[in-house]
């Protein structure tokens, strides 16, 4: 089936540093969306991107939509501690039957050094 | 501040018991979709409703799990009987489509089963 390869699977930084993280699929995707999972909690969407090319930003988190409609990548300014947790991308596909199910990368976990 | 509820937080449970797992989504939210989530596996989609109708459920174990929507308000998970293996924290989720399909989906909090 249809899958997404999230990069990196988990990673350590200093506090202050910035944070890149990046999505790629072998499909073209209409929809990108990063979420964000506390530890005990739901996934809770950060941003929406839903054009080729589309840069949005939402506090110190900046995403975009790859060109090619096949990857996405998220990027995090000057971290800090409450910036920990498992980062999900997740696309909507660009095929017919999809109904509207997105596919979820495996998530990236961040820790930051305080 | 519009939110998708699901009960219970966490359940425990013995091998064998059924398990039932309710969630409301938001008001005017038209999908659902229930996920199971597991350290190995991630992010598993079991199942999901458009307009309370099953669209699809072919990652659900069919022999012991079953989802429904009695009503708009109302979806719910069931395990009969449960295993071991079912221990992961479930999902749900809701969405709405319309003819511009966002794919944008709202999370509950999830609900922890444990089978022992």
């Known amino acids: 089936g249809q899958q997404l390869n999230q990069s990196p699977q988990s990673m350590f930084i200093q506090e202050g540093e910035d944070v890149s993280m990046n999505c790629t699929s072998s499909s073209i995707f209409n929809t990108w969306l990063w979420y964000k999972q506390d530890p005990g909690e739901g996934p809770v969407l950060l941003i929406a991107l839903y054009k080729a090319g589309e840069l949005t930003s939402n506090g110190r988190l900046t995403a975009q939509f790859g060109i090619t409609r096949k990857d996405s990548f998220l990027n995090i300014s000057a971290s800090i501690p409450s910036d920990v947790g498992i980062y999900f991308c997740?696309?909507?596909?660009?095929?017919?039957?999809?109904?509207?199910?997105?596919?979820f990368g495996k998530g990236t976990k961040l820790s930051v050094k305080p | 501040d519009a939110r998708v509820t699901q009960t219970p937080r966490h359940k425990v449970t013995e091998m064998g018991q059924e398990v039932t797992m309710r969630c409301q989504p938001i008001l005017g939210h038209n999908t659902v979709f229930w996920y199971r989530q597991t350290m190995m596996q991630g992010l598993e989609l079991l199942a999901y409703?458009?307009?309370?109708?099953?669209?699809?459920d072919s990652g659900m174990p069919k022999d012991r799990f079953s989802a429904e929507m009695p009503d708009a308000t109302l979806a719910t998970l069931k395990i009969q009987p449960s295993e071991p293996r079912d221990s992961a924290v479930y999902f749900c989720a809701s969405g709405l489509r319309t003819g511009r399909n966002t794919g944008e989906l709202f999370f509950g909090e999830g609900s922890r089963l444990t089978v022992l």
């Open positions: 997740a696309g909507l596909p660009n095929y017919g039957g999809s109904q509207g199910n997105l596919i």
């Open positions: 409703f458009r307009n309370r109708a099953p669209l699809d």
